[in-house]
């Protein structure tokens, strides 16, 4: 049997997941709380100021329970607060803590580190170009 070749939305869940594992493989080196792949991608939809559950659940395409799981554990680690919204007296906003913010950077220097160590194996140009094609604008998904 002749095996296909892999989707492009395939080789883009898999190069996430290879800066998923080499995230929380960093995170755990540095010392930081252990967190789940749904904990990293909250983080990484998590507007500065906060973001309701609502949306965050929108953002990461899960349910909102899901979303309210992931950010009731990054409570409990310290890494998340929910304060009142100021635009809504009935919503609540999930924003960093302090905690938040320094684990938020630590792992912004992970990443950083990952794409370097991808650009020495695939080469500097191919990073570039493909940043580029993920930053192009491809307007909305076709219907």
Do not use: K
Not at 58 to 81: I, K, P, S
Not at 106 to 112: E, K, M, Q, W, Y
Request: aromatic share 2%.
């Amino acid at each position: 049997m002749v095996q296909q070749e892999p989707t492009l939305a395939q080789s883009l869940g898999e190069a996430r997941r290879w800066f998923d594992e080499a995230l929380i493989a960093g995170l755990a080196r540095a010392g930081a709380a252990p967190v789940s792949g749904t904990q990293v991608g909250l983080f990484a939809v998590l507007d500065a100021g906060g973001t309701t559950v609502s949306e965050l659940a929108r953002r990461m395409g899960v349910t909102r329970q899901t979303a309210h799981q992931a950010v009731q554990a990054l409570t409990r680690l310290g890494l998340l607060e929910q304060v009142p919204d100021p635009s809504s007296g009935r919503q609540r906003l999930v924003r960093r803590t302090a905690e938040g913010e320094r684990t938020h950077r630590t792992a912004v220097g992970i990443l950083r580190r990952a794409e370097a160590a991808l650009a020495r194996r695939i080469g500097r140009e191919p990073v570039r170009a493909l940043r580029a094609a993920l930053h192009a604008d491809w307007d909305r998904p076709p219907s």
